[in-house]
Nanobody
């Protein structure tokens, strides 16, 4: 199986920055896309950004120009640099990946989530 461990969440004032990290571990055979979703209270989970194994990126319109996703394939790690944070960015941020383990076929995996709170 594949495990995802996130770090880097916290409390920040509006206009500030945070950097989230997510490392994949376990019996990994291959990793395809990696990304971040978020879920605010009372709202559905939504895509924030994702990045393919060849580093093609995709962003939600609400974060374009403020957030940057990147990955280190050697470390099986994905990052989300969040700048110019707004109160509406407050949510639990979940790391996700599409990966193949030595024991199973391609599947989507999720991290446990990390809280990001932006105060006004």
């Amino acid at each position: 199986q594949v495990q995802l461990v996130e770090s880097g969440g916290g409390l920040v004032q509006a206009g500030g920055s945070l950097r989230l990290s997510c490392a994949a571990s376990g019996s990994i055979f291959a990793i395809n896309a990696m990304g971040w979703h978020r879920q605010a209270p009372g709202k559905q989970r939504e895509l924030v950004a994702d990045i393919t194994s060849s580093s093609s990126t995709n962003y939600a319109d609400s974060v374009k120009g403020r957030f940057t996703i990147s990955r280190d394939n050697a470390k099986n790690t994905v990052y989300l640099q969040m700048n110019s944070l707004k109160p509406e960015d407050t949510a639990v941020y979940y790391c996700t990946t599409i990966a193949k383990s030595h024991l199973s076929s391609w599947s989507r995996y999720w991290g446990q989530g990390t809280q990001v709170t932006v105060s006004s």
